[in-house]
C-alpha cells in the first residue's frame, strides 16, 4: 500500500470521551501513529454508555468507544501513579502531538500540560478541547455536548415555538469541535514545519457551536431578533417541512425553494384544484397560509411511501428526501455508493460498523484497519516496541499496578 | 493572522455557493489569500437572509457576511471563453479551489480536476456537494432540511407523537463546509511533503452521518432507531428522564443520572442538596444515587415511578430560581447545570467575552463596525485577525485584474461590456 499522508506522525492520546478522540482518529485514519491512553479505575464514561453488544454493559462490550478511535493503539495507565505519570512522560517525548480533552487543570495535576510537555519535547503540538476553554470565569465548568449545546443557543432552536425546547440528543456541538480541531492541529504541523516551533492550541466547544449559528447571532446583534424555533417551518420558504408517509412512523422532508420548483410540486402531484387556490397561487399567499399548505400536502403524501414521494419530486428536481432513521441510513444506497460504513473486526462486539470521513481523496485514499481498541488491548506492542521497556519492567507495573487490568466500575447513567 | 504564517501565502479561489462558502471562510481564517469569484452581478447566496437592518439587498446579506469574512472578491463569468482563460490564469497562482456546482459542471467547461492538474500539478480542488460526485443521488437536489433530513439529523430530534425535528437554523452546508477545510488541509499536508496535489471530494450528507453521535451505532449493534424523545434523554423510544426545565426566566438544561457516570450522579446528589436547603426534595435527600441507573428504566417499573418523582421535584424546585442562581451554584458545586441559551443569552455570556471571541469588524460603506463570533481555538501567541469583511460585488477585481494579471484597463472595460467581469 502506498505510504499514506500522516505516516510517521506520532499521538500521545490523553484525550477522552467524545471530542478530543476525533482528531487524532481522523490523523490515525490517514496514517498517523495513535496511542490512546486509558485506565480502568477511571474509564472513558463513552465505555459505560450505551450501546452495549447484547445489551450487556462491559467496558469493552460498547460501540461508542469504539468508534471514535479506529486505527489507535489502547494502553492502559494509571496516571495517578509516580510510575505512571513517569511512564506518560516517555510517551510524550516520543510524541508529535499530545492531545487533552480533560476538564482544565486535570492534566497539570498528572505533570502533563502544556508547558511540562514542552519541557521534554520542545517543538509538542499540544491541543487542549473543553467545553468552554481553558481560561475565564467559566473555564472550570467541566460539562459535556448536551450542555454546551444549549449554552451554545442549539436547545433554544429545537421544536415548536410554542412548546418547550428540545434536547440535542447527539450532543450536536460535539461534531462541530473536532473538525475545527483537526484543521488547526494540521495547520500546526505545517507551521512545525516551516519553523520548527510546537504550537499550544486551546479550543472552546461552546464557541464551535456558536460559529454555526453565526446567521442567527448577527440578526440578534444586528436587528435585535432573537430567533425562536419554528418547528420544521423556513422563514424564506413555503411550502417546507416533514410529511407523514405509509408506514409506522415515517416522513419525508420537502422544501420548495423557486417558482419553477412550485410549478414542478403541482405537476407532480397532480394539479389538485387547491394549488390554484389565490391563498396558494402566490409565494406571499403559500407563506402566509403555511398551516392549511402543509396539511394540504400531507393528505397527499400520507398515501405514498417517503421512498416514493422522494423519488417522484426528485425526478421532478424538487427537493425532497426521505427522514432517515439509523437503519435507511445503513440501506441508503448513495451511503453504500461512497462506502461510509466499514465493517471491522472487533475482539469483543465482533463484526460492526465505523464511519468513513464526509471527503474522499483521490490520490492518497484513508485507510480504516483497525477496530477501536479494547481497553488496554495493545500494552504489549506499545510498552515494549513504542517505549523500549523489558518484560521484567513490564511485569512490575503489572504488579503494581500501573498498568491497570481490571474495573470494577458500574456501568450505566 | 499575519502573513506568511500558517496559511498565509497561499491562494484559494472559492466558486463555491451556499453550500460551500464555509470551507473558504476557514482556510481564510488560517490566513490563507482566499478570493471568492462571483458571477457578473454577484453570487446567488447574496440573497440569503437574514439582513442588515432587515434590508433586503445583495450588499447586506448577514449569512453572505459572516460565510465571506476573510475573502476577497472578483467577479468573472466562468461559462465564456474569455472568462475561462482567465480562470486558468488564476489557477496557476492558486493552491486550491474550492467549487460546489452539481457533479460534471466543471468538467463539462473544462475546467474539471484532470484540466486544473495539468494547468498546475500542485492544484487541490475540493468539491462540496450535496451527495459527493457519483452515484444514485449524485444529483438530488437539497436544501437544508432534505439534507439533514437524509443524514439522519432529523429523526433524532423532535418529540414523541410529533413530527421529527430540524434544528431551526442551518447546518447541512456548514457541515459540508468544514469537513470541505478538512479534507483540503488533509490533502494540502500531503501536498507540502510531495508536491502532489488532488482531487477532495466531499459529501454533505455524510458529513451529518457524522454528527449522530451513537445513532448508527444503536442500529447497528441493538436495532434500535433512535428517534427524539422531546426535552430530555431516551432509548429505544423509551423516555427515560427530562433534562430541559423551565426556571423562573427561562430555561435550564440539566443532565442528572446515576450509575457509572460520575457527573451525572454527583449532579443527582448536590441538586437535591440544593433543593433540600429551600425545603424541598426531601424525599430524596439521602438517595443511593449510586446504585441508580436510568437506563434500566426499560426493564423496571419502580425506576420508572422514582424518575417521575425526581422529574416532579425538580420542575418544582427550577420554578423558584433564576438561570443566573442555578448556573452560579452549578459552577461552585459541580453540577452539570447550564442556562438554555438564546442569541442575547449566547452575546451577553462573561465566558465568551472574556475569551475575546467576539471579533468587531469595520464595515465602512454601512459606516459601522459588526460584532462577528470569532475563532474558536486559540493558535498559540498568534493572535486572530479579522484581514477582511465579505467582499463587496466586483471589490477587488482591479487589485487581481489590473495589477497582478496586469490587465490594461482598456481590456477590463472590454471584458465588462461582454458581461464576463
Same mark, same amino acid.
Given at each position: ?182 484543521? *488547526?492541529?494540521?495547520? *500546526? ?88 387556490? /389565490? ?45 432517515? *432513521? ?38 492518497? /485514499? ?48 | ?6 496559511? %498565509? ?344 467575552? *472574556?475569551? %475575546? ?61 461582454? %458581461?464576463?467581469?
Amino acid at each position: 500500500m502506498a505510504k499514506q499522508i500522516f505516516e510517521g506522525i506520532k499521538v500521545a492520546d490523553f484525550a477522552w470521551v467524545g471530542v478530543g478522540v476525533q482528531p487524532s482518529r481522523e490523523l490515525a485514519e490517514h496514517g498517523a501513529t495513535v496511542v490512546r491512553v486509558e485506565c480502568h479505575k477511571y474509564p472513558d464514561s463513552l465505555r459505560t454508555i450505551p450501546p452495549f453488544k447484547d445489551w450487556l454493559p462491559g467496558i469493552d462490550r460498547g460501540a461508542f468507544g469504539a468508534a471514535y478511535n479506529t486505527n489507535k493503539y489502547g494502553i492502559s495507565l494509571d496516571l495517578n501513579t509516580p510510575k505512571g505519570q513517569e511512564v506518560a512522560k516517555r510517551l510524550v517525548a516520543w510524541a508529535d502531538i499530545v492531545t487533552d480533552g480533560m476538564t482544565p487543570g486535570t492534566m497539570a495535576k498528572w505533570g502533563l500540560e502544556y508547558e511540562s510537555c514542552k519541557k521534554i519535547k520542545p517543538d509538542i503540538i499540544y491541543y487542549s478541547t473543553c467545553q468552554m476553554g481553558q481560561k475565564g470565569p467559566l473555564y472550570k465548568f467541566g460539562g459535556f455536548g448536551m450542555v454546551g449545546t444549549a449554552y451554545a443557543g442549539y436547545c433554544y432552536l429545537l421544536g415548536w415555538p410554542d412548546k418547550d425546547p428540545l434536547s440535542l440528543f447527539n450532543n450536536y456541538s460535539d461534531f462541530v469541535a473536532p473538525w475545527y480541531l483537526t484543521c *488547526a492541529v494540521i495547520v *500546526a504541523l505545517l507551521h512545525r514545519r516551516k519553523t520548527g516551533e510546537g504550537m499550544y492550541l486551546d479550543q472552546s466547544q461552546v464557541e464551535t457551536g456558536v460559529t454555526f449559528l453565526a446567521p442567527v447571532m448577527l440578526d440578534y446583534i444586528v436587528n435585535g431578533r432573537i430567533a425562536n424555533r419554528m418547528g420544521n417551518r423556513d422563514p424564506y420558504m413555503a411550502p417546507h417541512g416533514v410529511y407523514p408517509c405509509l408506514g409506522d412512523d415515517r416522513w419525508v422532508a420537502i422544501a420548495v425553494s423557486s417558482e419553477d420548483e412550485w410549478d414542478d410540486f403541482c405537476c407532480v402531484i397532480g394539479d389538485p384544484e387547491w394549488t390554484k387556490d /389565490p391563498r396558494f397561487a402566490t409565494f406571499l399567499g403559500r407563506k402566509e397560509n403555511d398551516g392549511e399548505l402543509d396539511r394540504l400536502i400531507g393528505e397527499w403524501t400520507k398515501d405514498f411511501t417517503a421512498e416514493q414521494i422522494m423519488t417522484m419530486l426528485q425526478d421532478a428536481g424538487v427537493p425532497a428526501g426521505v427522514v432517515e *432513521a439509523a437503519e435507511d441510513l445503513f440501506n441508503d444506497p448513495q451511503l453504500k455508493h461512497r462506502e461510509h460504513f466499514r465493517f471491522l473486526e472487533h475482539k469483543v462486539i465482533g463484526r460492526h460498523a465505523y464511519n468513513a470521513p464526509a471527503y474522499r481523496l483521490s490520490k492518497t /485514499p484513508n485507510h480504516i484497519w483497525k477496530a477501536g481498541p479494547c481497553l488496554g488491548e495493545d500494552n504489549e506492542y506499545v510498552y515494549k516496541e513504542i517505549l523500549g521497556y523489558t518484560d521484567d519492567e513490564i511485569a512490575d507495573m503489572l504488579i503494581e499496578g500501573v498498568i491497570t487490568t481490571e474495573t470494577d466500575a458500574p456501568a450505566g447513567f | 493572522m499575519a502573513e506568511q504564517i500558517l496559511l %498565509g501565502g497561499y491562494r484559494v479561489l472559492d466558486l463555491t455557493d451556499e453550500k460551500g462558502l464555509l470551507c473558504g471562510k476557514l482556510l481564510g481564517d488560517f490566513g490563507a489569500d482566499v478570493i471568492k469569484i462571483e458571477p457578473p452581478g454577484g453570487d446567488p447566496a447574496r440573497n440569503i437572509g437574514p439582513f442588515y437592518k432587515d434590508i433586503p439587498h445583495p450588499e447586506k446579506s448577514l449569512f453572505w457576511f459572516f460565510t465571506n469574512l476573510n475573502k476577497r472578491g472578483i467577479t468573472l463569468d466562468i461559462e465564456t471563453p474569455d472568462g475561462k482563460q482567465t480562470f486558468k490564469r488564476l489557477v496557476e497562482t492558486a493552491d486550491f479551489v474550492i467549487e460546489s456546482f452539481e457533479p460534471g459542471y466543471m468538467a463539462s467547461l473544462g475546467l474539471g480536476y484532470e484540466e486544473l492538474e495539468k494547468i498546475n500539478p500542485r492544484i487541490i480542488m475540493t468539491s462540496i456537494t450535496p451527495f459527493g460526485q457519483t452515484g444514485p443521488y449524485a444529483y438530488y437536489k437539497t436544501t437544508d432540511i432534505v439534507g439533514v433530513a437524509m443524514g439522519g439529523m432529523v429523526r433524532i430530534f423532535g418529540d414523541a407523537g410529533m413530527p421529527p425535528n430540524r434544528i431551526s437554523a442551518p447546518q447541512f452546508y456548514f457541515q459540508g463546509g468544514i469537513h470541505g477545510a478538512v479534507g483540503s488541509l488533509v490533502a494540502h499536508y500531503h501536498r507540502e511533503l510531495t508536491g502532489e496535489g488532488q482531487h477532495v471530494d466531499v459529501s454533505c450528507q455524510q458529513a451529518v452521518v457524522l454528527s449522530l453521535m451513537i445513532a448508527a451505532e444503536f442500529w447497528d449493534l441493538l436495532k434500535v432507531n433512535y428517534k427524539g424523545l422531546g426535552p430530555g434523554i431516551g432509548l429505544s423510544g423509551i423516555y427515560f428522564s427530562r433534562w430541559i426545565f423551565r426556571c423562573k426566566d427561562g430555561y435550564v438544561f440539566i443532565m442528572w443520572g446515576g450509575g457509572a457516570t460520575t457527573a451525572f450522579r454527583v449532579t443527582s446528589e448536590q441538586i437535591t442538596a440544593m433543593a433540600n436547603r429551600d425545603g424541598m426534595m426531601l424525599d430524596f435527600k439521602d438517595f443511593p444515587f449510586v446504585e441508580f441507573d436510568l437506563s434500566k428504566i426499560i426493564f423496571d417499573d419502580e425506576i420508572k415511578k422514582t424518575v417521575d418523582r425526581f422529574v416532579q421535584g425538580l420542575s418544582e424546585f427550577f420554578l423558584t430560581k433564576t438561570k443566573q442562581e442555578l448556573f452560579e451554584e452549578a459552577l461552585e458545586k459541580s453540577i452539570v447545570l447550564v442556562p438554555l441559551n438564546d442569541a442575547r443569552g449566547v452575546l451577553e455570556s462573561p465566558q465568551l467575552a *472574556a475569551r %475575546g471571541f467576539w471579533e468587531k469588524v469595520e464595515h465602512p460603506e454601512l459606516g459601522e463596525a459588526i460584532t462577528y463570533p470569532g475563532f474558536p481555538v486559540k493558535m498559540g501567541d498568534i493572535p486572530y485577525r479579522v484581514q477582511q469583511r465579505a467582499p463587496l460585488i466586483g471589490e477587488h477585481n482591479e487589485d487581481i485584474y489590473v495589477k497582478e494579471l496586469g490587465f490594461s484597463k482598456e481590456k477590463l472595460v472590454l471584458l465588462k461590456t461582454r %458581461g464576463v467581469i
